[in-house]
C-alpha cells in the first residue's frame, strides 16, 4: 500500500456560512468514516488560514522569522487527509469524492517511499 496526501484548495477570504459549510462538513465526516471502514484512513485536519502562518528561512547562519503564509496565493491549503492505498487510481477515487463533496480542487499526491 502506497500512502496519499489529499490536499483541500479553498479560495482566500471568509468561509462559507453555516447553511453551506454544515452539509460539507456531514458529507465529509461520512466520506472519512468509509475510509477507515475501508481500511484507508490514515489522519485528517483542518488548517488555520494562512494568516496564522509564520515562515522561517535560514539565511546565511541567520534565521528569519516571517509573519503569514509563504506566497500570497488566491487560494490555500484549508485541511488535509492522508490515505492509505493500492494504487494512485483507488487514492483518485477517494479524491474525487472529497471534490465532490467540497465543490473544491483536491491535490493528490503521493508520498515518496
Known sequence: MKTYLLSI???????PGPEVLEPVMRELAAI???????????FSAGLCPPSSAT????REGDVLLTDGPFLE??????GFTV?????????L???????AATTLPVEVR???T
Not at 477515487?93 to 471534490?99: D, Q
Open 9 to 15: 484548495y479553498q479560495p482566500a477570504g471568509p468561509p
Open 32 to 42: 472519512a468514516q468509509d475510509m477507515q471502514d475501508a481500511g484507508a484512513f490514515v
Open 55 to 58: 515562515v522561517i528561512r535560514a
Open 73 to 78: 496565493s488566491k487560494e490555500f491549503v484549508g
Open 83 to 91: 490515505i492509505t492505498a493500492p494504487d494512485l487510481d483507488a487514492a
Open 93 to 99: 477515487k477517494w479524491g474525487e469524492r472529497m471534490a
Open 110 to 112: 503521493p508520498f515518496q
